[in-house]
């Protein structure tokens, strides 16, 4: 006889916001600048967590994956790294833990007042002006919230682990994804998961599928927050 899932300190199913995708931000009203992530793994750890009893809020980028249907999660839909923020800033705080498996930009063009609706070939190559975007994930640390937050860092395999711990530290997570840029649109991947008090964790030692990493990621992200709830003992009065 299977147990029951993990449930939060109150005795109910955790409530998990997970992010997956990409985001496209506009250069004009027919182009955007994008990356190349399908979504996949975001709307795979979605299903686990659902399979498992918890409820899922999955915020979706453009072009993505759909995922398999449940009475356990709900499907929002972003476009653009400000339309994710929003939907972050709107919904974490109702969320116990959040799982930012999404590629959002790092850059967005600026569009300036009287920009061309559409940029036309005659008028010669366009001269494409960059804005940082936020750090969607260290902005939300600001805020004064219990839960559990899981990065996810995409590098090259040689300075795979010195970025992804420079991420850790910088967005304040309680863990992070590690995640060769070699995998990139492959049906598997090589993660790690790496924990903000130094220990790391793997579902073996060789590539898996996402399908399989997804459902090994749940059971760490459940069992690192039911510790983290465990540790921190009940609120004060």
């Known amino acids: 006889m299977s147990s029951p899932p993990p449930t939060s300190s109150s005795g109910n199913p955790l409530r998990f916001l997970v992010t997956a995708g990409p985001t496209w931000e506009p250069v ?32 979706r980028g453009p072009a993505t994956t759909d ?29 116990d833990v959040l799982i930012m498996a999404a590629a959002v930009a790092d850059f967005r063009p600026i569009r300036q007042a ?12 366009p001269s494409i002006e960059l804005e ?15 839960g559990t937050r ?5 590098e090259p395999a040689e300075d795979l ?4 711990l420079r991420k ?22 090589d993660g790690t998961l790496l924990h903000a008090d130094g220990t790391s964790t793997r579902p ?3 590539p898996v599928t996402k399908s399989a990493f997804a459902g090994w990621l749940a059971d760490e992200v459940i069992d690192l927050h039911r510790r983290r709830i465990t540790a921190s003992g009940p609120p004060t009065a």
């Open 28 to 59: 004009d009203e027919v182009r955007f600048l994008g990356n190349r992530s399908s979504g996949r793994l975001g709307a795979a750890i979605a299903e686990a967590l659902a399979a498992r009893g918890h409820r899922i809020t999955l915020l």
């Open 67 to 95: 995922p398999a249907p449940s009475p356990h999660q709900t499907d929002l839909r972003f476009q653009t790294a400000a339309e994710l923020e929003e939907l972050l800033a709107r919904h974490w705080p109702a969320h």
């Open 114 to 125: 009287g920009s061309p609706r559409k940029i036309r070939r005659r008028d010669g190559p």
């Open 132 to 146: 940082p975007v936020p750090d969607l994930l260290a902005g939300l640390a600001s805020i004064d919230h219990p």
């Open 150 to 154: 899981i990065g996810f860092a995409l």
């Open 161 to 164: 682990e010195a970025a992804a």
């Open 168 to 189: 850790l530290a910088a967005k304040t997570l309680h863990a992070i994804v590690a995640n060769p840029l070699e995998t990139m649109e492959a049906d598997g991947i």
């Open 204 to 206: 073996g030692p060789e």
